[in-house]
């Protein structure tokens, strides 16, 4: 939503300041996300819950933005859709600070984040504030995913397949995990991207298309594995 309204008002998607209406919306977002959840109980499905409420009311206000002002339909449907065509060096320069300070946050707490997969009360035992470390990792990864959206669009699913990928076919902590992540996530948006540029060849698909194909096939089998576990 940040990053549309900054379309709106004509700024640049190399502008550094898109980048900055985007990590604000972002911010926004999650902390009405974070505290409906926890008014409704503190629990994983009051949070999904309360971030589908707040995801509706976000696109609902994004599409009220895009028909008072028809010019940004455009440029503001193709970043809905996900594309690295206009992205440069100067995209790079505009985002690398914000992600910078998120990746060092989450380096630093890395060794530390392996005990959010135990209950609270044995994160505690160990010595970890779950609290603390559950906010300095959402704020960091809000920080670097909305920098990230604000040059690249909407790419979906690349922050669901990499990790979960990643994760089971090493098995690595997540000190070690977060660099292979990264170099994995940046490779699979290349082959996307490979793929979105030559399918259709002199025409170009949306990357974020081609991301959803191999990304929600993906994310069913996830819930899937999770649901027999559960069972």
Known sequence: LGATIAIAARTSQTSASLPLY??????????VTVSLGGRLGHDPVST??????????????????QQRNSSVL????????????????????AVVGYVAAAIAVLLLVARKLDALMLSDDEAVSLGVNPRKMRILTIGAATLATAAAVSVSGLIGFVGIVVPHLVR????????????????????????????????????????????????????????????????
């Open 74 to 93: 455009r440029p503001v449907y193709s970043w809905i859709l996900g594309q690295l065509t206009t992205a440069g060096w100067e995209s790079v320069r």
């Open 48 to 65: 999904v819950l309360a971030g589908v409420a707040v995801a509706s009311f976000a696109t609902a206000t994004q599409t009220y933005v």
């Open 168 to 231: 089971y076919l090493t098995g690595m902590a997540t000190m070690r995990l977060l660099p292979m992540i990264t170099l994995s996530g940046a490779a699979f948006l290349v082959l996307a991207d490979l793929g979105a540029r030559t399918v259709v060849a002199p025409a170009e698909i949306p990357i974020g298309v081609i991301t959803a194909f191999v990304g929600a096939p993906f994310f069913l089998l996830v819930l899937r594995n999770r649901g027999g576990s559960l069972r």
């Open 22 to 31: 985007a990590c604000a919306g972002a911010v926004v977002a999650v902390l």
